[in-house]
Structures are given as C-alpha cells and as structure tokens.
C-alpha cells in the first residue's frame, strides 16, 4: 500500500514537472510575412522645366504729350480714350486740336499755296483718308505741294469740324501720331498753359513688360512661345515682342538689365484687364520621348550614381538626365517602357 502510494506521487510530481517546462518554454517563432512592396513602371515621357518671372500687364511704354507753345487748355481727354482720326483729342483756348497719323509733325503754318515738303504730304494723305479730294500726292513725301486743291479741301474739313474756314494750318491745330494710341495718365488741369506736359499716350495693344538681368535674358528670344498668367491664375499663350538691352545707372550696380516686351497670341484673352501684375511663364529645358521615373525610384549606389530595383531585388544601374519636379529622365542596359521597379511608399 505504502509503495502504491509513493509510485501516484511519483507520477504526479513528474506531470506537474512537464507542464511547467512546456508552459515556461518561449513560444515558437512564426513564419516572416511577406514585406508588400510598392512599384512602378518607367514610362515613356516628355519632361519639362519652366521659368516663372513677375511682369506687368498695361499698354507699353507711355509717351509725355506737350501742347502747342501758346494757348490755354480748356479740355482734356479722359483717361483710356483712343485716338482717331479726324477727331478731337483736346481744346486749346476752346480750339480742336485734332489728330493726324503720320510719319512728321506739322513744324510750319500751312498758309500759302505752294509750299511744298513732307508736312504737306501728311495734310494730304489724312484729308485724303477722311474723304476730301487732294489730288494725287507725289511718292516723294518732300515733293508734296500745297495746293489749291489741297487748300479747298481743307476748307471742306473745316467746316465739317466746325471751326472757321481759312483754308491755312497752324502746327497747334492738329496732333500728328505715328499710330492710334490711347490716353493713359493726364498730367495738367484745365487752365494750364498749353506748352506744359498735358497727359500722357500708351499704345493700344495690351503689353507685358518686365525687366531682368542680361545674364538671364539670353534664353528669351523674340518669336519665343511662352504663357502669360493672369491675377485669376489663367494661363494664355503669348510670344516674345523684343528683348531691348539697357544700361543700369551706375549707382544702381546691379549691372545691364534687358527689357522683355511679351504680345498675348489672342488680345481678348486680357480684354477685362487694365493694369495688373501678372507672370511670364518660359520652358526652360525640356525633354520629349524619354523613358521616366519617379524620383522616389531611384536607388543610390554606394560607389556613385544610381539604379533601379526590381521586384526580384536585381539592381539596374541607371544614368539620370533632366529632372523635373517629382520625375527624372533615365537609360540605361535593360530600361525600357514598361519595366516594373520599386519605388519607395
């Protein structure tokens, strides 16, 4: 009985041994789950770099308009007028002052029959283009003969002008300009002397201005496509007018600048504008059919230069062009379209 006894605890004793070496034993390692990777492909692309340079959008260059040597002003344009032909621009001691387009200004009075010179050539071209007969006016602008048909004619504009018919031209009476412009900022008031700077002219094109060192001009060139970029972040078409070099004061020393003129391919693109600040858009470098890669696919190499990594782990060495953005330009053995790589997350 008592060996019974001795051999069941024996038994128990060992269990209980068991079960505690199983329970304290570490539990056994799991298999390694699979590391996801995440991957793209090279693609073949165009890349590009671009430029972005603040400008101005406004109507050119403004031009100081002064009046005849004597005289009071007595009417101003308003700002934003056009010029016409014809047409009154402003009034001198209540006088028109009217414009003409042409190549000279009038520097004489017109008032006797026979004069000749390229004055009188531009009289007969304007009258001509408002509908008076002149008569044939010589190739030779210096040729131009104030005739009395011309002085008939003039006579006939003036009375459709409404002022008196002398049949004679003083320079003060008509503005001669080299194209229609606009009025931009009137400078005097009324009651100034008429030989004070009145206002001021503009083109009537809508320009972009802008000015940046000739060093950093050379790649603008006049023909150049680039993309002007409106206050509302629209983007439209422009090319480049000129590229005019000037010279710095020489107490600025910042060096030559180069003043930049851009022409919007469609002028209603910025119809609704004055004046405002805008931005020149210029392609900088650019690349087209060549395979890409996100930068985040690039591997670097420990002895120099870069690779790319396939699913399998193999690295593909690589030799990296023009980078733009998030993107870079490769080749190399074995890149092609469509290759798988790793790309990090």
Do not use: C, H
């Amino acid at each position: 009985m008592r060996r019974t006894i001795v051999a069941i605890t024996v038994v128990v004793v060992v269990v209980i041994a068991v079960v505690l070496v199983v329970r304290g034993r570490p539990p056994e390692p799991s298999a390694p789950a699979s590391v996801a990777v995440q991957t793209t492909t090279v693609q073949l692309g165009d890349l590009t770099n671009t430029r972005t340079m603040q400008a101005q959008l406004g109507f050119g260059a403004a031009r100081s308009l002064k009046g005849a040597a004597t005289g009071t002003v007595t009417k101003l344009p308003a700002p934003g007028q056009a010029t016409e032909l014809g047409k009154e621009l402003y009034r001198v001691d209540d006088q028109p002052v009217v414009v003409f387009f042409g190549a000279t200004p009038l520097f004489r009075a017109l008032d006797a029959p026979g004069l000749k010179g390229s004055d009188v050539a531009v009289l007969m071209d304007n009258l001509a283009a408002l509908g008076y007969s002149v008569g044939t006016r010589p190739k030779d602008a210096t040729k131009a003969e104030f005739t009395q048909r011309v002085v008939d004619a003039l006579k006939k504009w003036q009375k459709a002008l409404g002022v008196e018919q002398t049949g004679t031209l003083a320079p003060g009476r008509v503005l001669v300009l080299d194209r229609p412009m606009r009025v931009g900022a009137v400078k005097a008031q009324l009651g100034a002397p008429a030989a004070e700077e009145l206002f001021e002219l503009t083109p009537t094109t809508r320009l972009v201005t802008l000015q940046i060192p000739v060093t950093e001009a050379g790649a603008l060139k006049a023909g150049m496509a680039v993309m002007v970029v409106r206050p509302d972040n629209r983007a439209v078409p422009a090319k480049v007018t000129s590229v005019t070099p000037v010279a710095a004061p020489p107490e600025n020393g910042s060096g030559p600048k180069a003043d930049i003129v851009v022409t919007p391919d469609n002028p209603a693109d910025v119809e609704d504008l004055d004046t405002a600040p805008v931005r020149v858009t210029v392609v900088s470098e650019s690349r087209t059919g060549v395979l890409v890669v996100p930068l985040a696919a690039l591997v670097a190499l420990k002895e120099g230069g870069y690779a790319l990594q396939l699913r399998s782990g193999e690295l593909k060495a690589v030799q990296t062009g023009l980078y733009s953005q998030d993107k870079v330009e490769v080749s190399g053995d074995g890149v092609a379209a469509g290759l798988e790589v790793v790309t990090a997350s």
